[in-house]
C-alpha cells in the first residue's frame, strides 16, 4: 500500500516539475493534475488486465504485474492453482474409489431420487442384464422387469433383502442374485447385488446330503431290526436263521461300505494336496483295477468282455491308495452297470501335452445329456431303482472327482443314452516321468574257494 501512495505523489511530482519548467507556476499545477490522472487510468488498465484474467480463471496466462495489483493476481494465481490441485485430487480419489467398486465381487448401482441409474459397476450389468453405459439415467424400474423386485422397490420396506433370478444364468445353469436397497442423500437409493447361487447351492446339497444319507442308513437299520426281532421272536429251522444271517450281513456290509466312502471323502476334503514324493508304476495300479474289477464281475455273475490294454511304462507322483481307489471306482461302476454279455474297454493313453489318461468304456445303458453335470455330486443316482439293485452308495463318482482335482486333473464324463459311457482321468505331465528300471545285475556272486 505504501509503495502505492508513494508511485501516485511520484508521478505527480514528475509531472507537475515537467509543468513548471514548461510554463512555471500555472504549469506546475496543470501537471500535478495529469501527472495524478496518468497514474489513475494506468492503475485502471492494470486492474482491467487481472479482472479479464479472473473471468477466465488460466492460472498459466496470469498477467505479470508488480505492487497491489501484481499481488491479488500473485495470490489469484496460487489459490486458482490450489484448487485447480485441489479438484484433480478429488477426482483422482473418486477414480479410485469407482475402480475399487468396480473390481468388487458385488453389484453396485446408484440411483437418483427418481430411480434412475447414475451409475453401475460390470458385476451388476452382469445381474441384471443392463448396458453399464448406454442405460445410463434409465429407470431401473423399466429395465428390472421382475415381478418381486418390482414389488420390493415400490414398497419401500428396504430392511431386509430379496432374491431373485439373475440375467446372467442359463437355462441349464440358472443364477439367482440377492439384492437390497439403500436409501442415502435426498432420496437417492444405493442397489446392492450379490450372487448368491453357490450359497444356495450348497444349502440344497447339504440337505440332500443329510436326507441321503439318512435314508441310505434308515434302509439296511430297518432291514437288520425286522431279521433280528424275527429271530428273538420266532423258533425257526436252520435253514432260515442261516438265510437270515446271510441277509443281515449283506445290510451290515452295505452300512459299513457307506460309512468307509463318507470318511473317504472326509478324509479327501480335510487333508492337503498329496506331493510328489511317491511314485507308482501305472501299470501296477491296471493290473490291481483288473484283478478286481474281474472278481467283482465274478461275484455279480456278470459275463463281460473286460480288455484292459496294456499300460505305458511311465509312473504318477501322488497318493498310491487314492489314485486305486478312483480307478477302481471307475472299473466297479463299469461292471455294476453294463448289462451282462456287454463290453468293457479299460486303457491309457498319453497325451500331446505330456499328460496321461485313464478311460473306462462301457456298453452299458448311457446317461442323458441332463445328468452328467450331475454325476459327481453324493448320492445322486440317475436310477435309484438300477443303483439299489447294483449295491452301489451313490459315492463313487464324487471320491474320483475330489481325488483327481487332488492330483491336479481333470475328470471327464461321455455318454448318451443306448451308446454306452467313456469315464476319463485325465492326470497333467507334472504328475508323469517315465518309468525307472530296477539297475541290472553288474556283478556275479563270488564262488566259494575250489
Same mark, same amino acid.
Given at each position: ?16 516539475? &515537467? ?48 505492487? &497491489? ?42 440411483? =437418483?431420487?427418481?430411480? %434412475?441409474?447414475?451409475? $453401475? ?39 431386509? +433383502? ?31 447385488? %450379490?450372487?448368491?447361487?453357490?450359497? +444356495?447351492?450348497? +444349502?440344497?446339497? %447339504? ?53 468307509? =466312502?463318507?470318511?473317504? &471323502? ?22 490291481? $483295477? ?98 439299489? +439293485? ?61
Amino acid at each position: 500500500m505504501a509503495w502505492r501512495l508513494t508511485s501516485f505523489l511520484l508521478c505527480q511530482l514528475a509531472a507537475g516539475v &515537467l509543468g513548471w519548467w514548461l510554463a512555471r507556476a500555472g504549469g506546475a499545477a496543470a501537471g500535478v493534475a495529469a501527472g495524478g490522472l496518468a497514474w489513475l487510468v494506468l492503475d485502471l488498465a492494470r486492474g482491467e488486465r487481472v479482472l479479464r484474467w479472473l473471468r477466465h480463471l488460466d492460472a498459466g496466462q496470469a498477467p505479470t504485474l508488480h505492487g &497491489l495489483w501484481g499481488e491479488v493476481a500473485d495470490r489469484a494465481r496460487r489459490a486458482l492453482r490450489s484448487r485447480e490441485q485441489q479438484a484433480q485430487d478429488a477426482q483422482q480419489r473418486l477414480q479410485d474409489i469407482l475402480a475399487a467398486i468396480q473390481a468388487s465381487p458385488n453389484g453396485v448401482v446408484l440411483l =437418483d431420487a427418481a430411480g %434412475r441409474i447414475e451409475w $453401475c459397476n460390470q458385476t451388476a450389468a452382469s445381474h441384471f442384464g443392463i448396458d453399464a453405459q448406454r442405460d445410463l439415467m434409465q429407470l431401473v424400474g423399466n429395465l428390472v422387469r421382475e415381478p418381486s423386485f418390482v414389488a420390493y422397490y415400490a414398497g419401500g420396506d428396504y430392511r431386509h +433383502e430379496i432374491v431373485i433370478p439373475a440375467r446372467s444364468g442359463t437355462a441349464g445353469r440358472p443364477a439367482r442374485v440377492s439384492v437390497q436397497l439403500h436409501p442415502y442423500g435426498q432420496g437417492r437409493k444405493l442397489l446392492l447385488s %450379490r450372487d448368491v447361487t453357490a450359497v +444356495e447351492q450348497a +444349502e440344497a446339497m %447339504r440337505r440332500d446330503f443329510v436326507a441321503n444319507v439318512s435314508h441310505e442308513i434308515r434302509t439296511p437299520l430297518t432291514v437288520l431290526t425286522g431279521f433280528i426281532e424275527t429271530l428273538q421272536t420266532l423258533p425257526l429251522e436252520q435253514a432260515d436263521r442261516t438265510r437270515y444271517l446271510g441277509l443281515m450281513g449283506q445290510q451290515g456290509a452295505r452300512m459299513q461300505t457307506l460309512v468307509n =466312502d463318507l470318511l473317504t &471323502l472326509s478324509r479327501l476334503e480335510g487333508s492337503p494336496a498329496p506331493g510328489a514324493g511317491e511314485w507308482t508304476p501305472v501299470g501296477a495300479l491296471t493290473a490291481q $483295477c483288473e484283478q478286481e474289477g474281474r472278481a467283482l464281475a465274478q461275484v455279480l455273475g456278470k459275463s463281460h468282455e473286460l480288455r484292459f490294454d496294456p499300460a505305458p511304462e511311465v509312473e504318477v507322483a501322488g497318493a498310491q491308495a487314492e489314485l486305486l481307489s478312483a480307478m477302481s471306482n471307475l472299473v466297479s461302476n463299469a461292471v455294476r452297470y453294463t448289462p451282462a454279455g456287454g463290453a468293457i474297454h479299460v486303457q491309457w493313453r498319453l497325451l500331446a501335452d505330456g499328460g496321461a489318461e485313464f478311460a473306462v468304456r462301457d456298453t452299458g445303458p448311457g446317461v442323458a445329456p441332463e445328468h452328467i453335470p450331475r454325476l459327481t455330486e453324493r448320492f445322486y443316482r440317475v436310477d435309484r431303482s438300477r443303483s439299489r +439293485e447294483t449295491g452301489g452308495t451313490g459315492l463313487g463318482l464324487a471320491i474320483v472327482k475330489h481325488v483327481v482335482q487332488r492330483h491336479g486333473g481333470e475328470l471327464r464324463i461321455a455318454s448318451a443314452p443306448g451308446a454306452g459311457s467313456t469315464f476319463a482321468i485325465q492326470l497333467p505331465a507334472s504328475r508323469l516321468r517315465p518309468a525307472v528300471r530296477p539297475p541290472a545285475e553288474t556283478a556275479r556272486p563270488a564262488t566259494a574257494g575250489r
